[in-house]
């Protein structure tokens, strides 16, 4: 039986996820749609059935999955990626106008299978299974830091060494990273530790000092991430450090259950100020900045991924995926943009799905869910606020790489194997009514 205070909560929920889309359709439609128009971004017509009947149902289900309460690490995944991968559907579905009705519905069911199979697992398999297998205590202690901190330092002298210099201007940003790729080379040892470091080292050890309230850890990862953009032109990764330490700061007062919240007022405050910047002034450069590259452009791409899917896919690309030689996000790239050269980054699943199939698709879906589900079992167990880190940095990184991509290049999987591995050997036994034992 639903109680008062979860009507409350989802009332409060679907209040505000319906005013962010209306706000976000109304400056595409004043700014975002007319300033871009050349990169095919088209008019939207919100009363259309299609459109008004995505708007109705997927803000329904957006308010009703996003988690309110008991938030552990597979609730930050579930929460960030309706969000940032979902959500912007309600409104912007039709921002490519290439999918029909029935082509918008599986691209819904599409990105939302994901969730509804994490919340079944978790219902059935982690309640019932996974959460009474004995881990062996683990504990974070200076050495992890310590080692993180290392491998920080050696990325950076190394970078230094391989790049020669760096610059600090923006315009030639795009020049200096694509140097970096000629420079690092592509597979190689050193190119997989200073994107490990950049994407997830350096996010983490920001949350992780914020939370501890160590202020060199927090000095160091944004030094790093400023000391990357002057290298290589990466931009991301600054707003990610930054990111974290925000998020820390709500983890070190206990507030982890605001936190995705905090992501939602965040959203609704930009999407107010850019409707206030453009009425002033009659252009947002936040809606520009933010606006059309972090919802517009991401639910074009989506739709590029959909339509590709029906158009071009035979009964082998279904199954296993494209059979061409080359990534699918650059055959989206040439096709969608007229350009060979253009990396075109979706979520981690319809990217699986184009580029190995349904098969490769479901195997994201179970290898992901499996995952969180681990995290939720060594944060219920152990207290382990640093494992939410960890949780927040691969769902946002999911929002916008492969799975594998953002478990091995980005350092998930190391980050989580040194916390696993190094660990407080004095005690462990687990006693089942005190969990954080010294």
């Known amino acids: 039986m639903i109680s008062k205070t979860g009507i409350i909560d989802f009332l409060y929920t679907y209040f505000i996820v319906i005013t962010i889309s209306i706000l976000t359709y109304l400056i595409y439609t004043l700014q975002i749609q007319p300033t871009n128009e050349y990169m095919n971004m088209q008019p939207i017509n919100i009363l259309q059935f299609k459109n008004i009947s995505i708007f109705i149902i997927l803000s329904f289900l957006v308010s009703m999955l996003l988690p309110k309460k008991n938030i552990k690490p597979s609730s930050m995944f579930i929460g960030i990626y309706l969000i940032f991968v979902v959500m912007w559907n309600i409104s912007l579905s039709a921002v490519a106008d290439k999918l029909d009705y029935i082509e918008t519905v599986f691209k819904i069911y599409i990105l939302l299978f994901p969730i509804i199979f994490l919340y079944v697992i978790k219902y ?41 210099g760096g610059s600090f201007d923006f315009h030639s940003s795009y020049v200096r990273r694509i140097a970096g790729r000629e420079n690092f080379g592509t597979g190689t040892l050193y190119s997989y530790l200073f994107a490990m470091s950049l994407n997830g080292i350096a996010p983490v050890l920001a949350f992780i000092g914020v939370y501890r309230k160590t202020l060199s850890l927090v000095l160091i990862s944004i030094f790093f991430s400023i000391f990357a953009f002057w290298l290589i ?10 990111l974290m330490c ?6 070190s007062i206990n507030r982890e259950k605001n936190i995705l919240s905090f992501f939602l007022l965040a959203l609704l405050l930009i999407t107010i100020f850019s409707l206030l910047e453009y009425f002033i002034f009659d252009f947002s450069v936040i809606a520009d900045l933010f606006v059309r590259r ?38 989206i790239g040439e096709l969608y943009y007229n350009n060979p050269d253009t990396n075109v980054n979706t979520n981690a699943f319809l990217y699986a799905l184009l580029q190995k199939g349904i098969f490769g698709y479901l195997v994201a879906v179970i290898t992901v869910s499996i995952f969180f589900l681990f995290l939720d079992v060594f944060y219920e167990k152990y207290k382990l606020k640093e494992i939410l880190a960890i949780s927040i940095l691969y769902a946002l990184l999911l929002c916008e790489q492969a799975y594998t991509t953002a478990f091995v290049s980005s350092g998930i999987a190391l980050i989580f194997i040194i916390f696993t591995l190094f660990r407080n050997t004095n005690n462990i036994y687990f006693n089942k009514e005190k969990s954080c034992v010294t």
Do not use: C, E
Request: proline share 3%; aromatic share 20%; glycine share 8%.
């Open 233 to 242: 032109g990466t931009k991301a990764p600054v707003f990610y450090v930054l």
């Open 246 to 251: 925000i998020l820390g700061y709500l983890v």
């Open 124 to 164: 059935f398999i982690y309640n019932n299974f996974l959460y009474k297998i004995l881990f062996p205590y683990i504990r974070t202690n200076r050495f992890n830091t310590i080692l993180l901190i290392l491998l920080l330092g050696i990325s950076g002298i190394l970078g230094y060494v391989v790049m020669g």
């Open 294 to 331: 972090a919802i517009a452009v991401v639910t074009q791409n989506q739709s590029y991924f959909i339509d590709f899917f029906f158009q071009n896919s035979s009964i082998s690309d279904f199954l296993f995926g494209t059979q061409q030689n080359k990534p699918i996000t650059f055959i």
